[in-house]
């Protein structure tokens, strides 16, 4: 998913994840990459033979992984992610795949209803500090009128 406008690897269940997803972060190019721009699952029957994505496939099974399948993660026509699963004993079946999309729709609604709570909590923080402020800057207006150096006014209609 996308942190600051950048690519990284939010949660993992194999510390070696990471590091095979940074191939695709340096280079730009890989398929949950793609599963995340294009908004469609890319599969790597194997690592060995790929040549969509050599540099990332050279990574892949240099770490043991021989089957890709990389799933977006989509919620109202627009992505919020994408989901990578790598196996190092077969290759992702057309099954595999049906019960990642399953998995995957469901992931995304999770994920996108988390950004929405955060994005309103930091709204109701910054919501919040603004009323902190505003007896400060009504009693600030209060002292420049009073010294005349200015009048209450109303919005004009020009």
């Given at each position: ?7 990284t690897?939010?949660?993992f ?122 007896a ?23």
């Amino acid at each position: 998913m996308l942190v600051d406008g950048r690519a990284t690897t939010a949660v993992f269940t194999d510390d070696e994840a990471p590091e095979i997803d940074t191939a695709q972060y340096e280079t730009g190019v890989g398929p949950c990459l793609d599963a995340f721009r294009h908004q469609r699952v890319y599969r790597i029957t194997s690592t060995a033979e790929d040549t969509d994505w050599p540099q990332f496939s050279a990574v892949a099974s240099a770490h043991g992984v021989i089957s890709t399948l990389s799933l977006p993660l989509v919620v109202r026509h627009e992505g919020v992610g994408a989901l990578n699963l790598y196996s190092r004993s077969e290759v992702f079946s057309w099954a595999d795949e049906e019960l990642g999309l399953v998995f995957a729709t469901q992931a995304a609604i999770v994920l996108a209803n988390a950004q929405a709570y955060w994005d309103a909590r930091t709204l109701s923080e910054q919501l919040n500090e603004a009323m902190q402020y505003r007896a400060i800057i009504e009693q600030a207006k209060g002292i420049i009128m009073a010294t005349g150096a200015a009048t209450p006014t109303t919005p004009s209609n020009s």
